[in-house]
């Protein structure tokens, strides 16, 4: 390992770029040769002509420098990925050299499945149900129905202005539900940890919701009943059920209150804000879904 000179950041000892900050250690590899032979160099560029504008172009043009934002991303997937198989292996197991938002990460990928689902779960409700009115009224070819009903471009600009409104409030539901415990620990407890940790511990717990998110997907995409799937996505909440608990029962006891009673209250916190939230989605659905059926 060594040390990033920008931000201070443990990198791996051949990495060109600090995945951090994005510094470029090659810079200062060539910054510390010219140092040591500057004398000579100096000598020696002073007897040279200088190149000119427009060779200086086409001599960065055949030397181009890699994209410090792509092997960023790169890096950052690759070790994303990792801590993603590490905490499927061992939910509790806590690892303090990863990425602060791993965790995040983690929570909108997950709300991004439960949303293709939910999508695909509307789809099939539909087909069903024309399939089963047609039955009822003898009109024949009723799969023909709900297909084109699916394949329509009107359905299609409901499901997608639907599917952002569902992932936004999702995500905020998720956010709620991480934030709560995480008040709990800093305010009862005295807790150190960051933000960032928590959220990477509490995605701990819960990743092996993001298996059974893509399993339901699978299942709903060959158009297997909707019952099974509703099953499998309980065990996605009890994920985060857990989640929730054990992130309030593993936190070090420093305070006065008793982590069952700490427990409660966070449930009764985290219930009055849904129900809050909740109430304000209501509103603003009245408000605003008239103003979209009259466009």
């Known amino acids: 390992m060594k040390k990033?000179?920008?931000c201070g950041k443990e990198v791996d000892r051949n990495s060109?770029?600090?995945t951090y900050c994005g510094y470029n250690f090659t810079n200062q590899s060539s910054a510390s040769v010219k140092n040591n032979g500057g004398d000579a160099n100096q000598t020696t560029d002073s007897s040279q002509p200088k190149a000119s504008a427009h060779q200086q172009v086409d001599a960065h043009s055949a030397n181009p420098q890699p994209n410090v934002r792509n092997s960023?991303?790169?890096k950052f997937s690759k070790n994303y990925f990792q801590w993603l198989l590490d905490t499927l292996k061992h939910p509790t197991k806590r690892n303090t050299n990863t990425h602060r938002y791993f965790g995040l990460t983690s929570f909108m990928i997950s709300t991004l499945l439960i949303i293709l689902d939910i999508v695909q779960g509307i789809k099939l409700a539909v087909n069903a149900t024309t399939s089963s009115i047609s039955g009822l009224l003898g009109i024949g070819n009723s799969s023909s129905?709900?297909?084109s009903i699916t394949s329509s471009s009107e359905y299609g600009s409901i499901m997608f202005h639907t599917s952002i409104y569902l992932y936004i409030c999702v995500l905020l539901m998720l956010l709620i539900t991480i934030l709560v415990p995480f008040v709990i620990r800093k305010v009862a407890y005295n807790d150190a940890t960051s933000l960032g940790e928590f959220m990477n511990q509490f995605?701990?717990?819960s990743n092996y919701g993001l298996l059974i998110e893509l399993v339901v997907l699978l299942l709903l995409s060959l158009g297997i009943l909707i019952i099974p799937a509703f099953v499998l996505m309980l065990f996605v909440y009890l994920g985060y059920l857990i989640a929730f608990v054990y992130s309030i029962l593993s936190v070090d006891d420093h305070g006065r209150?008793?982590?069952i009673y700490a427990m409660l209250i966070a449930f009764v916190i985290?219930?009055?804000i849904i129900t809050i939230f909740l109430s304000i989605l209501g509103l603003i659905l009245g408000v605003f879904l008239p103003v979209l059926s009259s466009l």
């Open 145 to 147: 129905i709900g297909s």
């Open 257 to 259: 209150l008793d982590k």
């Open 203 to 205: 995605a701990a717990y």
């Open 4 to 6: 990033c000179p920008n």
């Open 16 to 18: 060109k770029f600090c």
């Open 72 to 74: 960023q991303v790169k």
């Open 270 to 272: 985290e219930f009055i």
